[in-house]
């Protein structure tokens, strides 16, 4: 199976509550990052956590890194209708090969009015 | 607008055509990546070019063909494609390419569609 897996596959939930969305790695990892992609588009950057911090913060976005679970988590806060996109962890291998990022297969978010 | 171009943003092309797709970063970057999105699947990453030259082929079959003439231009040149060679095809270009903490800057990709 993949390097990254998000959990879940969709969530629909109503607009001005939180969205979470989890990801889990296989092997050790010196970064992972969170991707964007509204539909039929490309992918936007959102937030990278690197191996040896826990938590981060940007805007509305928090993320957390547990290495002992090899797991991650996207937290999105009072969420927006424009928030409905599909979301990518990215795992960047311990050694090396920082262009080998490997995807999951994404969660896909909708936000409901 | 992300600094990473792709025309055209759709394609249809039959199994005997050849057509290319055409990416170009205006960000300054070093690397510039080709990957393949299908319906279900993660993305794939095909090529990466560090500096015009290839450092990566992930086992792509070879009517599959990159061309990188500068760091700002990448081309990829398809020919006698297989309808599952259907997909969103994205460039994307990053300032190092082995540099862990790379992040990754894509194009808003080609719809290919093999008739």
């Known amino acids: 199976s993949q390097q990254g897996e998000e959990d879940p596959q969709a969530l629909s939930i109503q607009e001005g509550e939180n969205a979470t969305m989890n990801c889990s790695y296989k092997?050790?990892?010196?970064?992972l990052q969170w991707y964007r992609q509204n539909s039929g588009r490309g992918l936007v950057h959102l937030i990278l956590?690197?191996?040896?911090?826990r938590e981060k913060h940007s805007g509305r976005l928090r993320v957390t890194l547990d290495t002992s679970k090899k797991s991650s988590s996207l937290l999105i806060t009072a969420s927006r209708a424009a928030d409905t996109a599909s979301y990518f962890c990215?795992?960047?291998?311990?050694?090396?090969?920082?262009?080998?990022?490997?995807f999951g297969t994404g969660t896909q978010l909708k936000v409901e009015l | 607008e992300t600094g990473v171009t792709q025309t055209p943003r759709h394609l249809v092309m039959g199994m005997t055509n050849k057509k290319s797709l055409k990416c170009e970063q205006h960000?300054?970057?070093?690397?510039m990546y080709w990957y393949k999105q299908s319906a279900k699947k993660p993305l794939e990453l095909m090529f990466v070019?560090?500096?015009?030259?290839?450092?990566e082929n992930n086992s792509v079959p070879s009517r599959f063909s990159p061309e990188c003439p500068n760091s700002s231009h990448l081309f990829l040149h398809l020919h006698t494609l297989q309808p599952e060679d259907s997909a969103l095809y994205l460039c994307?270009?990053?300032?190092?390419?082995?540099?862990?903490?790379?992040?990754?800057?894509f194009g808003e990709g080609s719809w290919l569609t093999v008739v």
């Open positions: 994307a270009s990053s300032q190092e390419p082995g540099m862990p903490g790379n992040t990754i800057y």
């Open positions: 092997t050790s990892i010196n970064n």
């Open positions: 956590i690197r191996s040896n911090e």
């Open positions: 990215a795992t960047a291998p311990y050694t090396g090969g920082g262009n080998k990022l490997t």
């Open positions: 960000l300054g970057h070093n690397a």
């Open positions: 070019y560090s500096l015009e030259e290839r450092v």
